[in-house]
């Protein structure tokens, strides 16, 4: 299969290798230094594309990969409010995308499983829940993808939560916090160097603590969630989440 990168920062470069691994040609690779070259005719050249580029850039560059008739698979997060624009977008250009926060399969399982605890937590409404995610000082956007996700899944299962809270913690002195109320899923983004992702979900009580988490060694797995879904999507036309691939049910 023949592969458009978009994007050669830490992701693509990895996703390059993998995929080169997976027996995929690399056909055009777009960077900062190389806009220009993101034309629908050299996209044409690809049977997919994968978007790891920053939430600035993404938006115009699923637009581009639909009017060139080319699938992408987009990593990028942090333009989640633009999910309804960028699916209508694409189903009236009868084009194919797929977008998720997380491409690994362990965090695909984690998102299951999290949604299968908050289901039983829900009838233990003496625990308080919440999420933390750490990641590297270099993160643009807060909280993580991943951790939206982790929390849509409590809130949609946890009666006592209706939305969630992010507060950003870094090395910097602390901001005076607002107090939470009750009915808020407190997410607490810690930005740390060299991190490439943990995530945790929180159920504690005055008798014990439960704690689920995740820990990235590294971004391989991101990478290689990323090709299996170029490979997936690349002869469909449709806009799909991740867990459209993956099949979890048991
Ligand atoms: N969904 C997932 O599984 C997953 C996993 C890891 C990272 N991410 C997300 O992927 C994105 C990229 O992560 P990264 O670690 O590779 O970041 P990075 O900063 O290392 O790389 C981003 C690259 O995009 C380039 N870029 C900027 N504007 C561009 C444009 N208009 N067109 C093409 N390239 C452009 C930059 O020059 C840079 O090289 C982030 O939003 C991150 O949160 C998602």
Same mark, same amino acid.
Request: net charge neutral.
């Given at each position: 299969m023949k592969i458009a990168l978009l994007g050669y920062g830490k992701m693509g470069k990895i996703i390059e290798k993998i995929a080169i691994d997976r027996g995929h040609e690399i056909v055009l690779k777009i960077d900062y230094d190389n806009l220009h070259e993101l034309t629908v005719e050299n996209l044409q050249k690809a049977d997919a594309a994968i978007e790891f580029t920053t939430p600035a850039s993404v938006l115009h560059n699923i637009d581009v990969c639909i009017a060139a008739g080319v699938p992408v698979v987009v990593g990028t997060t +942090?333009?989640?409010?633009?999910i309804a624009d960028v699916k209508d977008k694409c189903l009236q250009g009868n084009g194919a995308v797929m977008y998720a926060s997380n491409y690994s399969v362990g965090v695909n399982v984690f998102f299951k499983v999290n949604q299968l605890l908050a289901k039983i937590m829900n009838n233990y409404p003496y625990y308080d829940v919440q999420v933390e995610e750490i990641h590297h000082m270099q993160k643009l956007d807060s909280p993580s993808g991943t951790a939206i996700t982790i929390a849509e899944g409590i809130l949609d299962n946890v009666? +006592?939560?209706?939305n969630w809270t992010n507060v950003l913690i870094t090395d910097n002195p602390e901001t005076p916090q607002e107090p939470l109320k009750p009915e808020q899923l407190l997410i607490e983004s810690h930005r740390i160097d060299s991190v490439p992702g943990t995530h945790t979900v929180i159920y504690d009580s005055e008798v014990d603590t439960i704690e689920f988490k995740h820990t990235a060694h590294n971004r391989n797995g991101f990478a290689l969630g990323a090709v299996l879904a170029a490979e997936w999507l690349q002869h469909k036309k449709g806009f799909y989440t991740v867990h459209d691939m993956f099949n979890f049910d048991i």
């Open positions: +942090g333009w989640y409010d633009h009666a +006592g939560k209706s």
